[in-house]
């Protein structure tokens, strides 16, 4: 194969496999509670991650890195997995899936607004019409096409899906002033969130012994979800020769997504969730307008 069909592979498995991340979240919080399953997950996915520096032979990278960019990795891990993960699943406990998955994908909306002041980036009119239309896209599936009641099914539940893509962008955007290879800066943001968020886990939750169930999602969402998904898109981003054409392919993860949350949640899916749907990737293509 040349390296545009092998670009081509890595990108659908990587969407193949996050499009079953938001039933695997709801799945195992049936087992454990956010923190719990934060705490499961990242332990295993900084294990996957080592362990593909260690394939790759870079684990020695690790060690070499500047004081500055230690401290660096001190700031992302507590963003992220520690406060983003444990927002979002949060949301995802108190919402059904089919609405806290769309709500996610704003997040490239938040990361635009965010952009404007911290990176001093200008607005276009294409910003604000793609508020506009993602944010519609948001109340009608949170209130389950019914917008102008405002009867949201969980307002908290969409307050903290909201707030998650916050805590993304803000990761995003810190993210651009990390120039070490992307799998060592990965691993090193998961090793430093661990103490916060076993520090969280002690103060809040009441530690027992893991539930089998409970161990399995955390094995999937952090091998899957937090690992190898990144490291397959990576892949992907590196040998492809049209970058849009793989981007483009982000697009059908969340209509895959309600199609596992279908028929392994047995979710009714809603009209309005493919019409708000529509809307938020709708205000996403709006970026694009030149």
Known sequence: MNPQQQAMIFGVSAVLLWSTVATAFKLSLRYSTPIELLLYSSLFST????TILGVQHKFHLVLQCARQEYLLSMLLGFLSPFLYYLILF???????AQQAQPINYTWAITLSLLSVPLLKQKVGWQLWLALMVS??????????????????????????????????ALYWIFNTRD???????????FLFSLPFILLYYLLIGEPRIPRINALLGGIYVGTFEMGICFVLWL???KLTENTARISNLIFLSPFLSLVFIHFLLGEEILPSTFIGLILILAGLGCQRIR
């Open 47 to 50: 294990l996957v991650i080592g």
């Open 90 to 96: 949060k949301a995802y406990d108190l919402l059904p």
């Open 135 to 168: 944010y519609c896209g948001v109340v009608i599936i949170s209130t389950e096409g019914d917008p102008f009641s405002l009867h949201f099914t969980s307002p908290f539940g969409v307050a903290l899906a909201l707030f998650s893509t916050v805590i993304w």
């Open 179 to 189: 120039k070490r290879d992307p799998v060592v800066a990965l691993f090193l943001n």
């Open 235 to 237: 892949k992907a981003m």
